[in-house]
């Protein structure tokens, strides 16, 4: 019905009112009217002012999201992937951050620029709330100032709408009025969270103001806890049984889901014969249920520093499906025999039974692989099949690159927190062999599991990374040139040109540059229905198999296979699968980008933390990132902050977007990968920003003003043509909604596959 209304209004070339539209298609009242609903939410068709269905094109409109900025202006992303466009504030019409809505071009950009936009009307809000801090403004209410620094419009909060904040408590409130250009946006406070500062507060922000789902259903915690904590005679039934195998699990100290275990053998012809052994949710989570019902809203689970929000109720994911040792544990396993040329000659899927023999650790067994002579005898049992493990992910590793996977190994954080929740130190984490084996493992049964879906018709979710496009690999190759590591052909790339340039660089002063810019320039990886294949590792077929404690695709994935294993898979339920994959691919990537997000400001949060015990302390470090306020600097240990280009007092600079560098009028210049020695200077907990400088920088200026009697403010007077002209060094405004002269304090703006 969808498509029949589309091409009807498509094919008259206006807008069309719904008796027309009845008469059209033929359809049902209520058919059409829901059509048309779901068309609207999804950008497809615009309702006019009159209720005149139009498609967005007719209308010189252009569907997309929201992206905006501490300051206020922001850019508009059409979903049909076409260019991002500049948005200013006013051209925001009461937009927020993550809003979808239509837009209309009002300028075609100049070279190098952005075409710029206004947003015409707001399709479907990001959130019906708001988390921040309350200030009140005694008897009249008060404001909420917002968490998320990318809305730059407080809430007012009347007086009625308080219940209860008082003045600093961190709050989330439901907005009433959303902003326009002639009103404030006002909300109501729903939730107190608690005081600013207070333990686990500034994680709990980021919770709510994500909207992530931190507390089960009493349906779904009474569904886990029914289901006990043993497996039963039962269960086994038909399963082939691996407990007479030597398995392990291998993960890291603190893991408390163990959703995979490894075994590994040698058949009579001298195969490899591994086996990947992955916990059966599904025998536990049935579709529909209440547990999958909260399973699928969250579609991963998402780990802080201090604390991990799991998919699963914890009876579950810590107990029941978690491969604990020396306990029976239902699985679905994928065993596959490999040559030694790392192919996979025969592979076999099928429920399973299994009892770990072993919990080893990515630590203990790194240290067994370099030599410790005391664990290799507490684990003298698993020591020989461990290093026959070894071995085989030498053999995968290679043959993977063989093919031209893309392995960028970006450095990752590890933050330590005290018992009060406070970042005391922030480390690299280091991925030894042991973490590289188990994730050669994992990738095998994922690209098995995936040709097997593709060889026997099994609707399946597939993980797919398209190539980038074509125009930013032009201007990578453009910039690579530039230091000698040009790709031959942009055209029909394939990954071994791309693994070809960061092996070229590996090693060399370029090499951090390089891969940064390289990885930047890389599609994302999202969830499909469809089998497109994986860029980034050059594989044909590939998905998510092997974590379905922690992750909805590989639950949907363990369903449909065990359909196709029991018979069930017959021409109804394969419409019925898929008929339900786009939805639930498109609703998974969403969540897995959410998640993402969650991380990443946990972390920044904490890391900012850190250096606040660390301000006025010197540094090394390398430009991580060129914008036009500055550049970013990375430190060994991943904080990032800002170096602000109004710092780099000896010339004006101006950005070379393209390669990615400032360049002064003098001929100075930063450029992304440079080393570089800085000062910690801020560290602004709202926003989670560090503010950097450049120690000689700050050196030189201290030497050039020594010893003066007399200056004058180089921000407040220049000479110019023979006279004073006076310069404000003043920036930003006050922010929407806001009583003037009400008392706040500033903020600073912000600046795999």
Same mark, same amino acid.
């Given at each position: ?386 290093? $026959? ?6 053999? %995968? =590793?290679?043959?993977?690159? &063989? /093919?031209? @996977?893309? *392995?960028? #190994? ?100 370029? $090499? ?6 390289? %990885? =930047?320039?890389?599609?994302? &990886? /999202?969830? @499909?229905? *469809?089998? #497109? ?100 600097? $990375? ?6 902050? %800002? ?111």
């Amino acid at each position: 019905m969808k498509e029949q209304i589309l091409d009807l209004i498509r094919s008259t070339g206006r807008p069309m009112d719904g008796e027309e539209i009845l008469s059209g298609t033929g359809g049902g009242e209520d058919a059409v009217r829901s059509a048309l609903e779901e068309l609207s939410i999804t950008g497809r068709v615009m309702i006019t002012r009159k209720g005149r269905a139009a498609l967005p094109e007719q209308l010189g409109l252009i569907y997309g999201r929201v992206q905006c900025n501490a300051r206020g202006y922001g850019f508009f992303i059409p979903a049909d992937g076409s260019g991002d466009m500049f948005i200013s504030a006013e051209g925001m019409n009461g937009a927020l951050h993550g809003d979808m809505a239509f837009a209309r071009r009002v300028d075609r950009g100049g070279r190098g620029s952005s075409d710029r936009c206004e947003i015409t009307a707001v399709v479907k809000r990001a959130s019906d709330r708001l988390t921040g801090t309350f200030e009140s403004d005694g008897e009249f209410g008060g404001y909420v100032i917002p968490d998320d620094p990318r809305v730059s419009v407080d809430a007012m909060i009347p007086m009625k709408n308080v219940n209860g904040a008082k003045h600093g408590d961190k709050v989330v409130a439901r907005i009433l009025q959303y902003p326009g250009s002639r009103r404030p946006m006002i909300g109501a406070i729903t939730e107190i969270l608690g005081k600013t500062g207070d333990k686990g507060m500034d994680i709990l922000s980021i919770i709510r103001r994500l909207e992530l789902p931190d507390e089960f259903s009493s349906a779904a915690i009474k569904q886990a806890k029914a289901l006990g904590k043993y497996i039963s005679d039962e269960d086994i039934k038909g399963r082939r049984d691996f407990r007479g195998i030597l398995t392990v699990t291998i993960d890291g100290a603190d893991a408390k889901d163990l959703d995979d275990a490894v075994s590994l053998e040698r058949t009579p012809k001298g195969l490899f014969r591994l086996g990947v052994h992955i916990a059966d949710v599904s025998h536990y989570v049935r579709a529909g249920g209440a547990i999958d019902k909260e399973a699928y809203k969250r579609g991963t689970s998402v780990y802080f520093p201090d604390r991990v929000l799991p998919m699963l109720p914890k009876e579950l994911s810590n107990g029941l499906c978690s491969l604990n040792p020396n306990e029976d544990k239902l699985a679905l396993s994928c065993v596959m025999d490999i040559d030694r040329r790392g192919k996979v000659v025969k592979h076999s899927i099928c429920e399973s039974v299994i009892c770990s023999d072993r919990r080893l650790t990515y630590e203990d067994v790194n240290a067994m692989f370099e030599g410790d002579k005391a664990l290799r005898n507490k684990y003298s049992d698993v020591l020989p099949m461990l290093m $026959e493990m070894r071995e085989l992910m030498g053999i %995968l =590793r290679e043959r993977r690159d &063989a /093919r031209g @996977s893309i *392995d960028f #190994d970006l450095p990752e954080a590890k933050i330590i927190l005290d018992k009060q929740g406070h970042a005391e130190d922030v480390q690299l984490y280091v991925r030894g062999e042991a973490n590289k084996m188990i994730e050669e493992f994992m990738l095998a049964a994922n690209e098995t599991v995936a040709r097997h879906g593709v060889e026997k018709n099994i609707p399946l979710m597939y993980r797919v990374h398209h190539p980038p496009e074509e125009s930013r690999m032009e201007d990578l190759n453009e910039f690579l040139n530039t230091l000698g590591y040009g790709i031959r052909s942009t055209e029909n790339l394939r990954p071994s040109a791309v693994q070809r340039v960061l092996r070229q660089a590996a090693g060399s002063p370029e $090499e951090s540059i390089v891969s940064r810019v390289t %990885l =930047r320039a890389m599609s994302k &990886a /999202r969830y @499909s229905p *469809d089998c #497109d294949g994986h860029f980034g590792l050059a594989a044909e077929c590939y998905c998510h198999f092997t974590s379905p404690i922690r992750r909805y695709p590989d639950l949907m994935v363990h369903r449909a296979l065990k359909d196709a294993l029991h018979g069930r898979l017959n021409e109804k339920k394969r419409k019925s699968w898929l008929s339900r994959l786009p939805e639930a691919s498109n609703h998974c990537s969403d969540r897995e980008i959410a998640a993402v997000e969650a991380e990443r400001a946990a972390d920044d949060l904490k890391k900012c933390e850190y250096m606040k015990d660390h301000l006025g302390e010197e540094f090394e470090g390398i430009i991580s990132g060129v914008v036009q306020q500055g550049f970013f600097v $990375e430190l060994p240990n991943t904080v990032e902050g %800002l170096v602000r280009v109004s710092t780099l007092l000896d010339d004006r600079y101006f950005l070379e977007e393209k390669r990615h560098r400032l360049v002064g009028r003098g001929g100075r210049q930063f450029r992304l990968g440079d080393p570089v020695r800085v000062k910690a200077m801020a560290a602004d907990m709202e926003t989670g920003k560090i503010d950097f400088e450049l120690c000689e920088e700050r050196r030189a200026h201290t030497a050039r003003h020594t010893g003066r009697k007399k200056t004058t403010p180089r921000s407040t007077e220049r000479q110019k043509d023979g006279k004073i002209s006076i310069h404000k060094g003043k920036r930003g405004g006050s922010r929407g909604g806001r009583k003037k002269g009400n008392k706040k304090a500033g903020r600073k703006p912000q600046g795999t596959p």
